[in-house]
């Protein structure tokens, strides 16, 4: 669930089945993702709430609990419960003004996004989720293109690796060309990406599309919310005075790739291309 205000997300609810345990292993790797990339985060199972800010551990509090199969309130945590939520429905995120967490943001929503791309790809044709099917198999047909058109031997990770880079790059580049500083979603980031590049505006048309598997949807929407809370055109001016670029828009994509994964920054010569 995502709270928002005039449009603008304050904040995020992950809620699991009533009675499961937060604290399980099985939703560790899950949650760390979403800690790593989602400022303002509740993860509650409907009677137990935790609160994290920037991916560290606030406050927790637990209106009830299940006995013998009943649920049995507790009155007496209500008001505490209140001031969370109070204190989570009015944070209020810090408009972005330097690279270094620009780089940060964009990275860990990137991540996100490749993780989801792979696993949609590599997906086991006999354990077939059929709500999901139609988008998977999108996201197959244009991994076949990138084979025949681009890089023969990509394997599904490199694929969604490239993918997830240029939809936050893409997006990037979108804002960077944004005359309409209030405003910015995935659809008008279609809008602004240049007739001259074909591809990504291609890509983009799928990006900004109705059929847009909801399990990437939302992992685009909040790289929009990033973009939205920075003006891109101010920050890449300061970056370029800071690092005594002439074309600070490609040197960022180092400083983004690094924090993407190092390992390919090495070889980001083939990634940018």
Do not use: C
Request: net charge negative; hydrophobic share 40%; no cysteine.
């Amino acid at each position: 669930y995502i709270l928002t205000s005039k449009g603008i997300p304050v904040g995020y609810i992950e809620a699991k089945d009533l009675g499961a345990s937060l604290t399980d292993k099985t939703y560790k790797e899950q949650f760390d993702r979403y800690k790593a990339s989602l400022n303002n985060l509740i993860f509650t199972d409907y009677l137990d709430f935790h609160l994290y800010r920037d991916g560290v551990f606030v406050a927790s509090v637990a209106i009830g609990k299940i006995e013998n199969g009943k649920l049995i309130p507790d009155p007496s945590r209500y008001k505490e419960f209140e001031n969370i939520i109070k204190d989570f429905a009015t944070h209020v995120s810090q408009t972005i003004r330097s690279a270094e967490k620009l780089s940060r943001m964009m990275a860990a929503k990137a991540r996100m996004l490749a993780t989801v791309i792979e696993n949609a790809v590599t997906a086991d044709e006999d354990n077939k989720n059929e709500l999901h099917e139609d988008a998977n198999n999108s996201l197959r047909q244009q991994l076949t293109a990138f084979k025949e058109i681009l890089i023969h031997d990509i394997t599904p990770k490199e694929f969604a690796d490239i993918y997830a880079q240029t939809i936050a790059y893409g997006m990037f580049a979108a804002r960077l060309h944004d005359p309409s500083m209030q405003t910015f979603t995935r659809m008008e980031a279609a809008e602004l990406i240049p007739k001259s590049n074909p591809f990504l505006r291609k890509l983009f048309q799928y990006i900004a599309g109705y059929d847009l598997d909801n399990r990437i949807k939302w992992i685009v929407d909040a790289l929009a919310d990033i973009f939205r809370a920075t003006d891109v055109a101010a920050m890449l001016q300061n970056f370029g005075k800071a690092t005594q670029q002439q074309d600070p828009i490609i040197h960022f994509y180092e400083t983004f790739l690094g924090e993407y994964d190092p390992k390919l920054r090495k070889a980001r010569g083939v990634w940018y291309t």
